[in-house]
């Protein structure tokens, strides 16, 4: 049986970062199987799926990532995958949207929008934020991704993100995303 | 006819040149059929080529008239041997997934208005303009046959692919 793990990295971005990391996956003979990472400011993150043939236990894992860990100032976390598919089955029949929201910068804005989606159990894929415009007039632009499952219904949830976005005082819009089936 | 199965990365066929049909006989006509048949046998799916079925030969199929943004001057169901891109224009962004990489989409650039020439089943020259997802779809599939999938034409990671939007 395969075991999987997931892997959190965090720490100040720094070059061998990904080296180090994967040296340690490589000489354990481990498989990476997904993988995503990101830099914010000076930070680095990183997620990682990775399997092995060999059951390891998870302070075993953590004392092979020590070295590496120490070396580069990072923080690790691992943890086991269980095989459960359940929640993956949930949203096979969801349809992909997107959200985009455009506006001056306010506390809470992500909190009332990522709040509303939860309420409907839409599950978001993907969210990018960002500060446009000139320095004394900032615009904050959001980009969500959503999974919305059959039973949602799209006129309404459309009309609970005007509603919101009249309170907040920016503009969000919803629409499908088309994919070109080839 | 019959559904064929579809190959998926990392097949070598999905990395091959494949080789131009010199002669549209029984066993060819078959393998268009069944191009057909697999087609429409995947729900919203609006192209197909030869090297996705197992076979590197120069064939594709598309049909997009049943997509709610298929352009009015579409061409239903398309069947076009050794296929070429002869005139291309404008720019496009379409979120493109592929049944040989059913783990990801991703955001492909590709020409807006494009003329193509080849043969259609029954050998006739046939030769025409292609218009937005039109258009995309038909790149999509040439692509294919010169071993070419829509990550490779991917500009960046960060911003124009996206993991498990599966349609599968
Ligand atoms: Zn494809």
Redesign the interface.
């Given at each position: 049986m395969e075991n999987k793990f997931v892997l959190f990295v965090i720490g100040e971005d720094r070059p061998g970062i990904v080296a180090g990391i994967s040296g340690v996956l490589y000489k354990n003979n481990f498989n990476i199987e997904?993988s995503s990472m990101t830099i914010l400011e000076r930070y680095f993150a990183m997620i990682l799926i990775t399997s092995s043939k060999v059951r390891y236990s998870i302070p075993l894992l953590k004392k092979k990532f020590k070295e590496v860990e120490k070396k580069l100032s990072l923080y690790i976390s691992v943890k086991r995958i269980a095989p459960v598919r359940e929640k993956e089955e949930m949203f096979?029949n969801a349809e992909?949207y997107i959200i985009t929201l455009i506006g001056s910068d306010r506390i809470g804005i992500v909190h009332k929008i990522t709040n509303l989606i939860a309420e409907r159990n839409i599950n978001i894929?993907?969210v990018k934020t960002e500060i446009i415009g000139e320095e004394k007039i900032p615009i904050y632009t959001m980009i969500l991704?959503l999974?919305i499952p059959p039973e949602i219904d799209i006129k309404k949830f459309r009309s609970s993100l005007f509603r919101l976005g009249k309170e907040l005082n920016v503009k969000i819009t919803l629409k499908p995303?088309?994919?070109?089936?080839? | 006819m019959s559904i064929l199965p579809v190959i998926k990365y990392p097949h070598p066929l999905l990395k091959t040149k494949c080789k131009p049909v010199s002669k549209i006989n029984a066993k060819i006509s078959k393998l268009i059929d069944d191009m057909i048949e697999t087609i429409y046998s995947?729900p919203?799916?609006?192209?197909?080529s030869a090297p996705k079925v197992g076979k590197p030969l120069r064939i594709i199929i598309f049909d997009v008239s049943k997509?709610?943004?298929a352009p009015p001057s579409n061409h239903n169901l398309t069947v076009m041997v050794n296929p070429v891109m002869i005139e291309k224009k404008g720019k496009t962004i379409?979120?493109?997934?592929?049944?040989s990489l059913p783990d990801f989409?991703g955001n492909v650039t590709r020409a807006e208005s494009i003329k193509v020439k080849g043969k259609d089943k029954h050998s006739k020259r046939i030769e025409f303009y292609l218009v937005g997802?039109e258009s995309?779809?038909f790149q999509?599939?040439l692509d294919h046959l010169d071993g070419i999938l829509?990550i490779d034409r991917i500009s960046s990671l960060k911003t124009d692919i996206?993991?498990?939007?599966?349609?599968l």
């Open positions: 997904d096979i992909p894929t993907d991704e999974e995303i088309d994919i070109l089936k080839l | 995947f919203g799916c609006v192209g197909i997509h709610k943004k379409t979120r493109e997934g592929c049944l989409t997802l995309v779809a999509h599939e829509f996206f993991t498990r939007k599966r349609y």
